[in-house]
């Protein structure tokens, strides 16, 4: 990083700090109309089209957004510019996924959709006061599932999404999913970095070796 970047980087840094309460409650609120408008899309196909994938992810999404919008203020500020982008991104990007015009719900699917949003609910209820939007480190937890993986709420989304897409697959829910999931990795990449400055994270890791998905990464 040249020396203009990194004066950037820190003044950026310093107006997320000097604005926090207005960065999360603006990001709150963008969360709840994004979900708003998600959840009207998926529960109209479900009455229309009676298609349980559909209201499957309405449900999913509506816990999630509940669950960050009601979490207290987070006492730390990320100052990274970089690190707020690609969480905000990651957050709303997959609310633009939408029905295909055919209905294809598959029992198999069906059973691994809600699967994944189990996993990634149970991380959030894991995680309870120490959840947030943005990489920080609010306390290295190493109990229930992340005793198997080290990021389960990413992993719950990736195979809860990825069940719905492959019941609703469309060339712009597929473009959608691939930057979904190159977004939710750099995220895991930049929680890594701000957790590996913290020695207990380190021994964490090297216990638990697999990030998301157990022998594959």
């Given at each position: ?37 998600f ?18 992810v ?34 709303y ?43 920080a480190?609010?306390?290295?937890k ?75 990464y």
């Amino acid at each position: 990083m040249t020396a203009s970047e990194n004066a950037s980087e820190k003044t950026a840094g310093a107006f997320l700090v000097s604005h926090r309460k207005t960065w999360e409650y603006l990001g709150n609120a963008t969360l709840c109309l994004s979900a708003v408008i998600f959840n009207y899309v998926m529960l109209t196909d479900f009455l229309v089209r009676h298609r349980l994938s559909s209201l499957y992810v309405a449900i999913f999404e509506a816990a999630v957004v509940y669950f960050s919008v009601t979490r207290p203020m987070p006492k730390q500020t990320n100052r990274s510019l970089y690190d707020w982008v690609i969480a905000l991104l990651g957050s709303y990007l997959i609310m633009l996924m939408r029905p295909a015009p055919q209905v294809h719900d598959h029992f198999p699917l069906l059973l691994v959709q809600v699967t994944g949003m189990v996993i990634s609910l149970t991380g959030l209820f894991s995680l309870n006061k120490s959840f947030g939007l943005v990489a920080a480190n609010r306390g290295v937890k190493t109990g229930g599932l992340y005793g198997v993986v080290r990021h389960p709420i990413y992993a719950g989304y990736f195979l809860s999404f990825g069940a719905f897409l492959m019941q609703n697959i469309t060339l712009v829910n597929v473009v959608i999913y691939l930057l979904f999931v190159a977004l939710e990795l750099m995220r895991i990449g930049a929680e890594e970095r701000v957790l590996s400055q913290d020695p207990a994270y380190v021994g964490y890791a090297r216990t638990i070796r697999w990030r998301v998905l157990p022998l594959i990464y």
